[in-house]
């Protein structure tokens, strides 16, 4: 369970890092990766932040099934 919490972990990272990409893309009026609408960066993170969900929900429902 502890290498799918790290997963857990380095997905929301993703996430933040992606937001914080869309942010600075923003402020700065160019694409910093090959996307073309800021939205579509916080689409992606929306993405990466609902696995993160997804699986600290699994580690925490199979940690409370040990006891």
């Known amino acids: ?3 799918l ?3 857990g972990w380095v997905s929301g990272g993703i996430g933040a890092l992606i ?3 869309g942010l600075l893309s923003g402020i700065i ?3 910093i990766l090959p996307i073309s609408h800021i939205v579509n ?3 992606i993170a ?3 932040f609902l696995i ?3 699986l600290f929900i699994v580690v ?3 940690e409370c099934n040990k006891k």
Do not use: D, E
Request: proline share 0%; with cysteine.
């Open 5 to 7: 919490n790290l997963i």
């Open 19 to 21: 937001i914080l990409l």
């Open 1 to 3: 369970m502890k290498t």
């Open 60 to 62: 925490n429902r199979c």
């Open 29 to 31: 009026g160019k694409g």
């Open 46 to 48: 929306n993405s990466f």
């Open 41 to 43: 960066y916080f689409q």
């Open 52 to 54: 993160t969900i997804a």
